[in-house]
Nanobody, 111 residues
């Protein structure tokens, strides 16, 4: 039973990154999936989520820039991040409402 994130890295302000989360089948299709992030010295915060019926939710700070998608046949969750800002720098975590957390992937937005 696990979640494995990938796709993090270093990107310049204004750039894009796509994160992916590969999940065990048993904790994916019937559960709400979400992305959280935690910047140094700050609390972990919800970035966005998607129910099992694909209803999305986004934090105000990322609305219009980030897009969550899920593929229930492949048990994968994605986060497309556009127009990245330095304040988006954080470790991004995949979450299943099973509940289970991924190990996190670092996203750094810097010139």
């Amino acid at each position: 039973v696990q979640l494995v994130e990938s796709g993090g890295g270093l990107v310049q302000p204004g750039g894009s990154l796509r994160l992916s989360c590969a999940a065990s089948k048993s904790i994916f299709s019937m559960y709400t999936m979400a992305w959280y992030r935690q910047a140094p010295g700050k609390q972990r915060e919800l970035v966005g989520s998607m129910t099992e019926n694909a209803a999305p939710y986004y934090a105000d700070s990322v609305k219009g820039r980030f897009t969550i998608s899920r593929d229930n046949t492949r048990s994968t969750l994605s986060l497309q991040m556009n127009s990245l800002k330095p304040e988006d720098t954080a470790v991004y975590y995949c979450f299943s409402s099973f509940p289970t957390w991924g190990q996190g992937t670092q996203v750094t937005v810097s010139s």
